[in-house]
């Protein structure tokens, strides 16, 4: 079983950066994409930023050209850097994995707990 821990999350004013972190909590066979989604208060989770295996990345479009998503591979680990937020990504953010925990299989997704990041003045 693997486990993912989000980190970074937090207070900020409108124009303000964070970076989010999330770190599996063991060596992962393999991973086909790893990514951030958020839910905001009586709305439905959507997707933020991915990363597939290969470096191909996505992003929402409310979010292109303010947030970056990165990984390192060697510590299994994904980054969201956001910059100048807005009061509108007030959100909780999951970090999501769709990989192979322990070896050849089917591919399982994976849910971080979540951390809270709220844009006000």
């Known amino acids: 079983q693997v486990q993912l821990v989000e980190s970074g999350g937090g207070l900020v004013q409108p124009g303000g950066s964070l970076r989010l972190s999330c770190a599996a909590s063991r060596s992962i066979f393999s991973i086909f994409s790893m990514g951030w989604y958020r839910q905001a208060p009586g709305k439905q989770r959507d997707l933020v930023a991915l990363i597939i295996s290969g470096g191909t990345t996505t992003y929402a479009d409310s979010v292109k050209g303010r947030f970056t998503i990165s990984r390192d591979n060697v510590e299994n680990t994904v980054y969201l850097q956001m910059n100048s937020l807005k009061p509108e990504d007030t959100a909780v953010y999951y970090c999501?994995?769709?990989?192979?925990?322990?070896?050849?299989?089917?591919?399982?997704?994976?849910w971080g707990q979540g951390t809270q990041v709220t844009v006000s003045s």
């Open positions: 999501n994995g769709v990989l192979r925990a322990t070896g050849p299989g089917p591919l399982e997704t994976y």
